[in-house]
């Protein structure tokens, strides 16, 4: 499709959405309760930012930075009373222990003042966010309309999206972008994907050979699986643990907790490849080329343990998070089934097969993560015959495994691929970029419930929420994560944070704030893509 096709459905859409649009806001996520009021604030030349309270000083700076960089409005900050602020045209943060829910934010804007307040710094971050939206959408930068928004809050308390920075390596500049991103629509966890066949994207010291060896390759497949093509480019990159400490500060600060994720005991060539006694057979293999699954498996061996061990006493001191992603998906186990050390093993714990010894070795990765105060997570393969784990399951296959495991008290993340995959497809095949495969469009992802009616009602506890995943095999450039990412985030941080609420908002009005809230995105600099446009064009 040509640029100018494309302006002409932009055009089109601009047009029929002119009425909704007048008659809600390019929010996103949508308020519970939003009511526009009489009156227009009117930024002064230097509208002040006021903080009651100093623990607010950073959300200041933040909100009159955003002020800046979206709208070139020029603010000033400074830490106030509430009863001192007697300066017109003032924004107040303030903190209000009265909010039942920590996350939870209001928002007032009058002719002559804009309050925000939680009863946390972070729920007054979230408020920010949405008055951020307000500001860059409105069609006049210098004035925004009076409304009021109470009490908004979450429905899920995990709020997460996923990037692989295995398969292609990303910049500190550009993680940093990403973070900013999903900050933007509330999300609160950023679930890192560190590791995998493909390669060791984190440095640890006690073990040098992950980062020399493990972070490189020889070669990249190109095109998809089943054509089994490669060059010959040298490819490779890793974070350094200064890195790493930057980039969870900047988190921080955006109320964003980063989850790393090691892979083990599949997905981890890299790991071998750097030190070939983690495997059962001690062969020099290299560093991965191709996708899918590898074959190569860590040895439930002494030397594992140790390694993971010394592994996860580095990353605490890294990730300051309550959680470690423990991998345990798609684990091959031929290696195991050959190998006299595990034939042992298994007759010594009485396990029965190699299934039953991949439970064995999640569980001594768990225990190893508890032993540094962390909590554990892993994908749903770690419930396959294992009753002993304690961990938090991500259901990704489906929703089958998370509703199994909440009906066994275990905590769930929703991440069913067919919603919540946002490497697959969002358009046409013939147009769109290369992608791994599958289907996944915007009105799929809004359509998702993390918590379907068939989860009893005193299981619905332990689904803690959703998250979306941006895995890269396909995606070489940060300009192709925004794309196949935005605005396909945006429908799910609406499921998650409204909840139920957003069927009752409807797909139709989300859309009507879409298409205005695309000049947000571009105003953020993000390559998010058009599909959406076309796809309801088509429809036409």
């Given amino acids: 499709m040509s640029t100018k096709q494309i302006l002409g459905i932009w055009i089109f859409f601009c047009v029929i959405s002119k009425l909704a649009l007048s008659q809600n806001h390019a929010l996103i996520p949508y308020p519970r309760q939003i009511a526009t009021k009489q009156g227009y604030f009117k930024f002064a ?89 307000l500001a860059a959408n409105t069609s006049d930068v210098n004035s925004m309309n009076c409304l009021s928004i109470e009490n908004d809050f979450p429905q899920y308390k995990w709020r997460g999206m ?61 095109g998809h699986y089943t054509e089994q093509q490669f060059d010959s480019i040298p490819y490779g990159g890793f974070y350094t643990q200064a890195d790493i400490r930057d980039i969870v500060t900047y988190a921080q600060q955006r109320h964003v907790e980063i989850v790393p994720e090691i892979d083990m005991p599949g997905h981890a060539k890299a790991a071998i490849a750097s030190y070939p006694q983690l495997s059962c057979n001690g062969e020099k ?53 050959n190998s006299e050390f595990c034939k042992t093993l298994m007759r010594k714990e009485n396990l029965n097969d190699a299934t039953e010894l991949q439970a064995f070795f999640m569980n001594k990765i768990e225990q190893i993560a508890n032993k540094y105060h962390k909590k554990a997570i892993g994908w749903d393969e770690i419930m396959e015959k294992n009753t002993n784990t304690n961990a938090t399951i991500m259901s990704w296959r489906g929703m089958e495994a998370g509703i199994e495991a909440a009906k066994n008290k275990h905590a769930v993340i929703m991440t069913p691929i067919d919603y919540c995959y946002f490497d697959h497809y969002q358009g046409n095949e013939a147009t ?64 998650i944070w409204t909840g139920n609420q957003n069927k009752q908002i409807g797909f139709e009005h989300f859309k009507s704030r879409l298409v205005k809230h695309q000049d947000f995105l571009k105003k953020k600099n993000i390559h998010f893509s058009p599909t959406f446009l076309i796809n309801e064009a088509a429809k036409k």
């Avoid at 594992?304 to 592994?311: A, E, P």
Wanted: aromatic share 12%; with cysteine; charged share 20%.
């Fill in 45 to 133: 030349q230097q509208t002040t930012v006021a903080y009651s309270d100093k623990k607010l000083k950073k959300e200041a700076t933040y909100l009159a930075a955003g002020l800046m960089n979206l709208c070139k409005l020029k603010t000033n900050t400074i830490c106030v009373s509430k009863h001192s602020l007697n300066s017109k045209q003032s924004i107040l943060l303030t903190l209000d222990p009265t909010f039942q829910n920590p996350e939870a934010y209001s928002l007032y804007i009058t002719t002559n003042l804009i309050t925000v307040k939680s009863a946390t710094a972070k729920g007054v971050f979230y408020g920010i966010q949405s008055l951020l939206q």
């Fill in 432 to 495: 769109e970029p290369l992608a791994i495969g599958g289907y996944t469009p915007i009105e799929q992802v809004y359509a998702f419930n993390p918590c379907p009616d068939s989860v009893a009602i005193a299981d619905r506890k332990y689904i803690l929420g959703a998250q979306g995943n941006v895995w890269t095999e396909y995606l070489k450039t940060p300009e192709l994560v925004e794309y196949m990412s935005t605005p396909r985030l945006c429908a799910l941080a609406e499921v």
């Fill in 285 to 337: 293999v290299a560093v991965g080329t191709k996708w899918g699954i590898e074959k190569e498996v860590l040895c439930p061996s002494p030397f594992t343990f140790q390694f993971i061990d010394d592994l996860f006493a580095e990353l605490t001191q890294l990730f300051p998070g309550e959680y470690i992603h423990i991998g345990g998906d798609e684990v091959l186990k031929e290696q195991w089934e």
């Fill in 162 to 222: 996923h990037l692989d920075c295995s398969r292609h390596f990303f910049s500190t500049e550009f993680v940093k972008k990403y973070i900013d991103l999903i900050a933007t629509y509330k999300f609160n966890y950023f679930h890192w994907h560190l590791t995998d066949d493909q390669g060791w994207r984190i440095e640890i010291k006690k073990y040098p050979k992950l980062t020399q060896i493990g972070a490189f390759r020889t070669g990249t497949m190109k």
